[in-house]
């Protein structure tokens, strides 16, 4: 009897034992915590309170310091959300075009919070200082982490959201991708604004309009096929006999603009606008010609001799160009389409166009939306199986 009553009760002693340990742990664990978050273990530990930290405190401290994002929820959780609900509404107010800056302002800011945290460890006067540097050094580090790690996505959505400069992030490492978030800065400042004002005239006006997110919800991109012409560089300078001269094809119409032939309606040649700059088309020598924008031309034209040879897209801004030199060159315009319910409505550059039967709406390099027919852009240009289904299946309403 003594025997099972002893047994009894080294078994109650030894569940106590375990569950005042248990206990114990967990104690410490929430101190642990408790204290980290409230920065009170920020205090000497190894009797000497002189600023110099070993290994293991200093590695400690750092450690925390990647947990940062957990102490900044744990003591501002108002003012977390708010940053979280900030970026993402910018995010979405882009479309992504946003977002290679926040990754190249959270990477510039880890690596200050690095740089910060040294200095501070190099000159702590106390453990307690030195603890807090070595923090905000892991601080710093997670935010340079985590902004390598979306560098990536956020060229990605960025260039889908019209950031050029974004471009290509699929072949590119972390490393680079990082790099390049900086480099397309301030080109995604400016296409962000644009995307903003195309989402909030859009949703004023019920119209669709240029960089909106409407207008790139599943988005078709293709390319132009390749059609060779001859271009100069319009000359704008001197005396109205010098222009005549300089400018091949050019001739001043009754109203005393300057004017190239238009092959398909004589009656209506092409107004040279010599305030900009301005591209002279050649597809038949003088016999059929078209004036060219120059920001068009310049998204749109590429050397013909690098095309042909190794098929890159060398393409030609008209302002480095000499004037009234004849050049080879092989249209690859880039563009896209959407698909939009018959009767929708676009701001395009000619005014407010209404998509009918067998129409969707076309974007070209410059951003610019139109309505075409579907059939026409199956018939100029080069696009995937995919587009290309959607596409003939859009022209069979017609």
Not at 85 to 109: C, D, F, K
Request: hydrophobic share 40%; charged share 20%; aromatic share 6%.
């Amino acid at each position: 009897m003594s025997m099972s009553i002893n047994a009894v009760t080294n078994v109650n002693t030894y569940q106590n034992g375990v569950k005042n340990r248990a206990e114990i742990k967990s104690v410490r664990s929430e101190s642990w915590f408790s204290d980290w978050i409230n920065d009170r273990d920020k205090v000497c530990t190894d009797g000497q309170d002189d600023g110099k930290l070993s290994f293991k405190e200093a590695a400690k401290s750092f450690g925390k310091g990647l947990l940062g994002i957990v102490k900044a929820v744990a003591k501002h959780p108002i003012a977390t959300a708010l940053t979280v609900a900030a970026g993402a509404a910018l995010t979405v107010a882009t479309g992504g075009a946003a977002l290679p800056v926040m990754v190249a302002a959270g990477a510039t800011i880890g690596v200050g919070q690095i740089g910060y945290g040294i200095y501070k460890a190099n000159t702590a006067d106390t453990d307690g200082e030195a603890k807090q540097a070595f923090e905000t050094i892991g601080n710093g580090t997670f935010s340079v982490a985590a902004s390598v790690a979306a560098a990536k996505p956020a060229l990605k959505a960025a260039s889908n959201a019209g950031v050029a400069s974004a471009n290509g992030a699929e072949d590119m490492n972390m490393i680079n991708a990082t790099a390049n978030c900086f480099k397309s800065t301030p080109e995604a400042i400016v296409q962000s604004a644009k995307n903003v004002k195309g989402n909030v005239l859009t949703a004023a006006t019920g119209t669709i309009h240029a960089n909106s997110n409407a207008l790139r919800k599943g988005q078709v991109k293709y390319m132009s096929k390749a059609n060779e012409a001859q271009a100069y560089r319009f000359n704008p300078n001197g005396t109205e006999e010098e222009i005549l001269a300089n400018n091949p094809g050019v001739f001043k119409n009754a109203d005393g603009k300057f004017c190239i032939p238009n092959k398909w309606n004589p009656e209506e040649p092409y107004i040279i606008d010599t305030s900009r700059e301005q591209m002279i088309m050649m597809y038949d020598g003088l016999d059929d010609m078209a004036v060219c924008d120059g920001g068009v031309f310049n998204g749109s034209y590429v050397d013909t001799s690098a095309f042909q040879e190794t098929g890159a897209l060398h393409y030609q801004n008209p302002s480095e160009l000499e004037y009234g030199k004849i050049l080879n060159v092989t249209k690859q315009a880039p563009g896209a389409f959407t698909v939009v319910p018959e009767g929708t409505k676009v701001q395009t550059l000619e005014g407010v166009r209404t998509v009918g039967k067998g129409e969707v709406i076309a974007v070209d390099h410059t951003g610019s939306p139109y309505v075409s027919p579907a059939k026409n852009i199956l018939k100029r240009n080069i696009i995937d199986e995919a587009g290309t289904e959607i596409l003939q299946n859009i022209a069979t309403q017609e």
